[in-house]
């Protein structure tokens, strides 16, 4: 799982250990929206790499990696979930359940705050 803003390991590996490759990664969000293309370079030994991408403000990423020899290399996929973004400090309420009422059905807990 990666924090909304942190780098996304964009990575894929050559089964042959192929160098002169070009490695696209396409990048889509958890509502199948295409949100561009990454370029890949290559590291060592048929191992493509990007460290640009930030984890944008979505559920999870899809990488779908590509290459310019599609006759010969399979098209493979990472999935990137996020974290859920924590609340600021001071929208967070801090007590503790001193009763519980019904309304219409719905049982909702009371909740003495601390100071």
């Given at each position: ?6 780098i996304v390991p964009l990575s894929a590996q050559a089964h042959d ?64 979930l996020s974290l859920p973004k924590i609340p600021p400090k001071e ?15 719905l049982a909702l807990g009371i909740t003495k705050r601390e100071n």
């Amino acid at each position: 799982m990666i924090n909304i803003g942190d780098i996304v390991p964009l990575s894929a590996q050559a089964h042959d250990g192929n160098e002169i490759l070009k490695v696209v990664a396409i990048i889509f969000d958890d509502t199948n929206k295409r949100l561009g293309e990454i370029e890949l370079s290559h590291v060592a030994n048929g191992l493509y790499q990007n460290n640009t991408l930030k984890m944008p403000d979505v559920i999870f990423l899809t990488a779908q990696y590509v290459t310019n020899k599609l006759d010969d290399y399979e098209i493979s996929s990472d999935t990137f979930l996020s974290l859920p973004k924590i609340p600021p400090k001071e929208k967070i309420i801090k007590g503790h359940i001193v009763g519980v009422q019904k309304i219409k059905g719905l049982a909702l807990g009371i909740t003495k705050r601390e100071n």
